[in-house]
């Protein structure tokens, strides 16, 4: 079984819903990523998160460190938010900063 | 503008054949990294240096050596080529003191046959 597991593995949407995609881990983290990659293969950071929830812009991600589960929502869904979402993991411990990634969702918007 | 830049962006290689794979960083980042990434398969590390000076291996660091040149610079090299080896591979950078926020590259899509 994958340490970090995402949901689902592919979504298409209407333009202008509301976008939930899932991760749940199974070890101890000190920080989880949400990253982006477009098409054209290049990988942004969108969100690094201990606790909580961040924004930014049309994008929310939380966080339940007790549950071992994460979320990104977009709202106001664009097809410019086609993408593919990638969750990973830092894991707790240990001084270095390597991740552990999900397979990743694929997110296509319909106009 | 700042930031990681990878070289080359393409490349196919013969069954055998060698070559090194650029990755450079100007945001003074101490971790560099390099990954794997496969068809339904998350991104996979191959190897890393958390500082200058210092490698150490990732998950699937077989038919790799990498180089950390310097502070910028992070250099990742096949020696003989295994069709095994085709992938998208992505150097990345990261800092402590900002959190471990991780910069990528944009991907060396490299093909061997």
Same mark, same amino acid.
């Given at each position: 079984k994958n340490e970090v597991e995402q949901s689902p593995q592919n979504l298409t949407a209407q333009e202008g819903?509301?976008?939930?995609?899932n991760c749940s881990y199974?070890?101890?983290?000190?920080?989880?990523?949400?990253?982006?990659?477009?098409p054209g293969g290049g990988i942004v950071s969108l969100f690094m998160l201990s606790s909580g929830k961040k924004k930014h812009g049309r994008l929310i991600a939380t966080i339940n460190i007790q549950e071992k589960h994460s979320s990104l929502h977009i709202t106001a869904s664009h097809p410019?938010?086609?993408?593919?979402?990638?969750?990973?993991?830092?894991?707790?411990?240990?001084?270095?900063?390597?991740?552990?990634?999900?397979?990743?969702?694929?997110l296509t918007i319909i106009p | 503008?700042?930031? %990681?830049?990878q070289t080359p962006k393409f490349q196919v290689l013969k069954t055998g054949q060698s070559m090194t794979l650029q990755c450079a960083q100007d945001m003074n980042h101490n971790s560099m990294y390099w990954y794997r990434q496969d068809p339904g398969m998350g991104l996979r590390l191959i190897?890393?240096?958390?500082?200058?000076?210092?490698t150490d291996k990732g998950e699937v660091p077989n038919g790799y050596n990498v180089s950390r040149l310097n502070k910028r610079e992070f250099s990742l090299r096949l020696e003989s080529a295994a069709p095994s080896q085709t992938s998208v591979y992505f150097c990345?950078?990261? %800092?402590?003191?900002?959190?471990?926020?991780?910069?990528?590259?944009?991907?060396?899509?490299?093909?061997?046959?």
């Open positions: 819903e509301f976008i939930t995609i199974s070890v101890g983290i000190s920080a989880l990523h949400w990253l982006q990659q477009h410019r938010d086609s993408a593919v979402y990638i969750c990973a993991v830092k894991r707790a411990g240990g001084g270095n900063e390597k991740l552990t990634f999900g397979t990743g969702t694929r | 503008n700042a930031g %990681v830049t190897y890393y240096s958390a500082s200058e000076g210092t990345a950078s990261s %800092v402590r003191t900002d959190n471990y926020g991780y910069t990528f590259g944009s991907g060396t899509r490299l093909t061997v046959v």
